[in-house]
């Protein structure tokens, strides 16, 4: 990446946070916060102001990662959202649609998407 970009992952599985991180990372990205549930993202995002989010879809809690999502947009428009999903159905897909998505990557991710995705 030709400048350092930062960015907010909000994960509730661990091991697919670190694994974002650790990819994002290697890609030249600065990690500014992670968080496991939609109003702890919604928070941290608020206060780093990064670049770019990794958001999950589905979240533990009443609220999902496109409920957060749209409320950041509110916020600061110029965010870029990476939706992350296991699911490639309908009903998901159109579900992200409801915000405005800079990309959405199906698990598992593939790096190559990844670093696209953070490079546009």
Do not use: C, W
């Not at 928070?43 to 770019?52: A, N, T």
Request: aromatic content about 4%; glycine content about 8%; proline content about 6%.
């Amino acid at each position: 990446m030709s400048d350092r970009k930062t960015l907010v992952i909000v994960e509730d599985d661990f091991l697919i946070a670190e694994y974002l991180r650790v990819l994002s990372e290697d890609m030249g990205a600065e990690v500014v916060g992670m968080a496991s549930e939609a109003d702890q993202g919604r928070e941290l995002i608020g206060e780093k102001v990064p670049d770019y989010v990794i958001m999950d879809v589905r979240l533990g809690g009443k609220r999902d990662g496109v409920d957060i999502a749209i409320e950041v947009h509110e916020r600061h428009p110029h965010i870029k959202i990476i939706f992350v999903t296991g699911s490639n159905e309908p009903p998901t897909l159109d579900r992200i649609q409801q915000d405005d998505p800079h990309r959405v990557l199906i698990k598992p991710i593939n790096p190559g998407d990844l670093e696209s995705a953070l490079n546009s």
